[in-house]
């Protein structure tokens, strides 16, 4: 397994600014005059600004940034030295772009965000054509200043499970597990989970994405925590199990089998290989130990500024790895009536192999 070690600022990718990522934006237009963004992460990845109301329209000679009122203050701090004017609009924004598509032959548009009415409006004012993912494909691979926000976030990640854990008693609730978990978050400096918290015990921890109840934490089981955050508006995940007592025979079996198949998948993890021979390493493990049927999801998924990114580590993806994409690799295996076992880490793709940022052990703790 080639893990390079983390010395010092990430030095695989150069930092790209907000300025030229909305000059490569222009490059790939093709046949387009324009692109309409409404995904409110890929308008914080082109123009910096974090509210959450604004449409960004990008032509060939301008790039203008529309939002209301409550950020006309904001919006023109946080895209200073993007090359975008921010411009407040009273009303709804679609009115206002509408004017701005005007005499313009063809705008693309993204139609995993875009409403049936706003497309309405828009497809009036100019002919429009599905984007097909223009702006995600840029966010794929990290800059030297996302990887840095990506491993703060993974650092206070694993910080707030450490606290978290400390604070563990017997008989606490799975919700009051989880909410003590996002306050480490918060304490750490996280703005808030990157999803809704898991910790799933004993029975619980087969559902893949259990919610938190009223179950007490209290006798011998295991016990699930899948836990993320966003800092500096980058997401981690971790999941890592943990046991009240003394494990039995097949739950130590179960866990050993999904620890291989995690590390298979990472050792399989290099730039040039297939997103989806990632998934084949961890997957055949578990067919080895007679668990193929107990993996129900895909081994993992693409991050940053939300917390599922392309690409998606599952079987017959088609992706090829390059250096600097931040990805989960996640295998887990889950027995009906006993429980489940995830073992989840954020890791990176680096010119010669990968590194795994989340720093917390991965054995079976036992509590």
Known sequence: MKI?????????????????RIA??????GDLDGLLVTSLPNIRYLTGFTGSNAIVLITRRKAVLFTDPRYTLQSVAETAGSGIQARTVKGPLE?????????LRKVGFESGTIGYASWEHFAKAAPLEPSKGLVESLRLVKS?????????????????????????????????????????????????PAFETIVAFKANSALPHARPGAAKIDRNGLLLIDMGSFRGGYASDMTRCLHLGA????????????????????????????????????????????????????????????IHETPRIGKGDK?????????????????????GVRIEDTVLVTPTGVEILTPTPKQLTIL
């Open 247 to 306: 494990p039995a025979v097949k739950t130590r079996q179960l866990y050993r089998a999904v620890l291989e198949a995690q590390l298979a998948a990472i050792d399989a993890v290099r730039p040039g290989v297939k997103a989806g021979s990632i998934d084949k390493a961890a997957r055949g493990t578990l067919e080895k130990h007679g668990l193929a049927k107990a993996f129900v999801h895909s081994t993992g998924h693409g991050l940053g500024l939300e």
């Open 144 to 192: 030297e200043d996302e990887i840095a926000a990506i491993c703060a976030s993974v650092d206070t990640n694993s910080q707030a499970f450490t606290a978290a854990i400390g604070r563990f008693r017997s008989g606490m609730s799975e919700l009051d597990l989880a909410a003590e978990i996002d306050y480490q978050m918060r304490l750490l400096g996280a703005e808030k």
């Open 4 to 20: 390079s070690p983390r010395a010092g600022p990430p030095a695989n990718c150069s930092s790209m600014s907000t300025r030229s």
């Open 95 to 103: 009115l206002t772009v509408v004017k701005k598509l005007k005499g």
């Open 24 to 29: 490569t934006v222009r490059e790939r237009l």
């Open 319 to 339: 992706t090829k790895l390059a250096a600097g994409m931040a990805i989960t690799i996640e295998p887990g295996a889950y027995l009906r009536g006993h429980g």
